[in-house]
């Protein structure tokens, strides 16, 4: 079974191949925000994969659309229900709360 490390918690747990991030998380307890339920409808879920990338399936176009729209955004971006394991990675939660208070910088 996969194994997924959230970071900055360092919360481990192991999954179904085939899950995805976002299930992981909620079955982990590990807190992701997930707006939209999990359509490829919004970027609250966005997630940046630290260690496996590679091993997860490719970025759908819908997918690309809503990432773009997400704050912070990385190379190594995804939506945490988009993406369905295969291997361990490490995924980092971004603290949108901070990055939305450096928003209020440039007020
Ligand atoms: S929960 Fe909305 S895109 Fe993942």
């Given at each position: 079974?996969?194994?997924?490390?959230?970071?900055?918690?360092?919360?481990?747990?192991?999954?179904?191949?085939?899950?995805?991030?976002?299930?992981?998380?909620?079955?982990?307890?590990?807190?992701?925000?997930?707006?939209?339920?999990?359509?490829?409808?919004?970027?609250?879920?966005?997630?940046?994969?630290?260690?496996?990338?590679?091993?997860?399936?490719?970025?759908?176009?819908?997918?690309?659309?809503?990432?773009?729209?997400?704050?912070?955004?990385?190379?190594?971006?995804?939506?945490?229900?988009?993406?369905l394991?295969?291997?361990?990675?490490v995924?980092?939660?971004?603290?949108?709360?901070?990055?939305?208070?450096?928003?209020?910088?440039?007020?």
């Amino acid at each position: 079974m996969p194994r997924v490390t959230f970071l900055p918690t360092e919360t481990e747990t192991e999954a179904e191949e085939g899950a995805s991030i976002l299930d992981a998380a909620l079955d982990a307890d590990v807190d992701i925000d997930h707006n939209c339920g999990g359509n490829c409808a919004c970027s609250t879920c966005h997630v940046i994969i630290e260690e496996g990338y590679d091993t997860l399936n490719p970025v759908t176009e819908d997918e690309q659309d809503m990432l773009d729209e997400a704050v912070g955004l990385t190379e190594k971006s995804r939506l945490a229900c988009q993406c369905l394991l295969t291997k361990n990675v490490v995924v980092r939660i971004p603290d949108t709360a901070s990055q939305f208070a450096d928003f209020d910088d440039f007020d």
